[in-house]
């Protein structure tokens, strides 16, 4: 593990990170979702993608880059593309699972990786509704502590500045940013994701002109089994 500090918007962040393969000419980055951290990532794909050089990051404010400020997904951006730079690392194949899709997308690489990203808007569920319709009430009696019972578990054990960073992405919708996406994408998605549905999987893969798509058994983390299979189309797209 390494840790570098970077300068952004006045402030500064260090950013934790691994590389595998140093020898390797080519640069692959790979970002985590929310609530996860790179050495999820790296323990499932770190024994494949031989060919790359494999950068993984811990986003600010998670794992072991930590944060104490308010940001948001073009804040996310902007922070990777300096950091990239910081360690002369190549952004042409970047992939990113979750929320991190989001953050790659946005850093607009030639390849782009998803496994099952974020960024399309959907339905939100009755009993969703009814907690938020809940908490705005209790907010506008003055009660705004109790709100805490209402929140996503996604933001479980997190500081109050995560918290509101966790609003500020968590609905954006990111159909033109995945319309006007003009490089490569690899589309890889769980059949049986109840985070961000197959269909949303599938909408991305229609936005995107240059696509390609492929769905697997699983969840959200779906690619825990398919580590292998996932980076062997990814090599056998790219190189």
């Known amino acids: 593990m390494a840790l570098k ?4 918007d006045n402030k500064t962040f260090d950013i934790s990170y691994e590389i595998i393969n140093q ?11 929310w609530g996860s951290n790179k050495d999820i990532m790296s323990k499932n794909f770190k024994s ?36 990239l730079k910081s360690i002369s690392a190549s952004k042409d194949t ?5 929320y991190g899709g989001k953050v790659a997308t946005k850093l607009n690489p030639k390849n782009l990786i998803l496994l099952s990203s974020a960024g399309i808007v959907e339905e939100k569920s009755a009993k969703v509704k009814r907690k938020i319709k809940m908490a705005k009430l209790f907010k506008a009696l003055g009660l705004g502590g109790i709100t805490k019972i209402f929140r996503s578990k996604d933001v479980d054990n997190m500081s109050e500045n995560m918290y509101e960073t966790f609003k500020n992405v ?3 919708d990111f159909t033109e940013v995945f319309k006007n996406f003009s490089g490569k994408a690899y589309i890889f998605w769980g059949e049986s994701d109840t985070a961000v ?3 949303s ?22 690619f825990v089994e398919h ?8 090599e056998n797209g790219i190189l």
């Open 5 to 8: 500090s970077i300068q952004y």
């Open 23 to 33: 020898s390797s000419k080519k640069d692959i980055i790979i970002l985590h979702g």
């Open 48 to 83: 494949y993608l031989p060919s790359f050089r494999q950068i993984y990051v811990d986003l600010p404010g998670f794992g072991k880059s930590p944060t104490q400020y308010v940001l948001t997904t073009d804040d996310y951006t902007n922070i990777m593309e300096i950091f």
């Open 94 to 98: 970047i992939l990113g699972h979750s």
């Open 170 to 172: 968590l609905n954006e």
């Open 197 to 199: 549905s197959l269909e």
């Open 201 to 222: 999987g599938k909408k991305i893969a229609r936005l995107i002109k240059n696509s390609e798509f492929k769905s697997y058994e699983g969840t959200h983390f779906f």
């Open 227 to 234: 580590a292998k299979d996932i980076s062997e189309r990814v």
